[in-house]
């Protein structure tokens, strides 16, 4: 299909593998805005080569793109530090949710309140072996509900089910109502991960009002603030410890995630992160409007 001149103003690239693509768009003349959401040459599942592509991409988005977006802070100064362009920051976010009554998860033999939650690809950098590690520490009958897969199976895989007791369940990839209901009535949330762009899964979980505890690497401390737990990252002791304390202190963890929720109503909304995407579209636009009149 021929589409006409106008049919569209931007091209936004999300991600630095993708970034590497940009050149494509500025020889048809396009306007370009890309996001850096992670420094994704850092998950150990990258070889050399590999690392060295993404890193490529990363550059060419930075330094080729018309307008410059960091999901965090510490990726804006990262983008500046490095390459000398200032980004405009603004997060990825979560949609603030009623909590769904425990229905569809009875499959799972799961009544709500009586399990510990953590999403997200199952890759090592999430630190899943030492999740199920700590855990195994601590009383039944509690639960450990691991949601996510991998695009192609490794031997992490396998690894981790090797390992698991018969109270961990991996109910592999899941969304929506199922996915909704896992939040809303799990004990705690878990993201043990060693390395994390913005953590999306932890504002899903505060959204519905769910305690938190994270590893202390900087990316979660800039979304987990002062409402989050933490605990040392790569360390299963520091993370059994912090276990049992959340464990130990309902209260105290039924208010952080009161707290949590208005944090994600208040930074991570949404409709707000819309409205500034909008309006950066426009200044990017405008700006580039300007030096061709110029």
Request: include cysteine; proline fraction near 4%.
């Amino acid at each position: 299909m021929d589409y006409p001149d106008n049919y569209f103003d931007i091209v936004h690239f999300h991600g630095i593998g993708p970034s590497a693509f940009i050149p494509i768009s500025r020889l048809g003349g396009q306007t370009v805005v890309s996001t850096l959401h992670a420094l994704d040459w850092r998950q150990a599942k990258w070889g050399a080569l590999a690392k060295r592509a993404l890193k490529g991409g990363e550059k060419m988005g930075a330094r080729q793109s018309h307008g410059v977006i960091a999901v965090s802070r510490l990726l804006v100064d990262y983008i500046r530090e490095n390459y000398g362009v200032e980004a405009r920051y603004i997060p990825n976010g979560a949609t603030v949710k009623a909590p769904k009554a425990p229905r569809l998860i009875a499959q799972y033999g799961l009544e709500g309140n009586d399990y510990i939650l953590t999403v997200g690809r199952i890759i090592r950098d999430r630190a899943l072996h030492q999740l199920i590690e700590a855990f195994k520490a601590l009383p039944r009958p509690l639960k450990l509900v691991i949601v996510g897969s991998e695009l192609v199976r490794t031997a992490y895989s396998g690894e981790l089910e090797a390992m698991a007791d018969d109270r961990v369940i991996f109910t592999g990839d899941l969304f929506g109502e199922a996915l909704d209901e896992l939040y809303s009535n799990c004990r705690l949330y878990v993201l043990p991960s060693l390395v994390e762009g913005l953590p999306i899964t932890a504002c899903e979980a505060m959204a519905f009002g769910r305690g938190v505890l994270l590893s202390d690497i900087p990316e979660n401390l800039e979304v987990g603030g002062d409402v989050a737990l933490y605990f040392n990252a790569g360390n299963v002791n520091s993370l059994r410890d912090a276990l049992e304390g959340a464990l130990e202190d309902g209260a105290g963890v039924e208010a952080r995630g009161a707290r949590g929720r208005r944090r994600i109503e208040t930074d991570y909304s949404w409709d707000a992160i819309a409205e500034a995407t909008a309006a950066f579209y426009a200044e990017v636009l405008e700006k580039r409007g300007a030096r061709r009149r110029g």
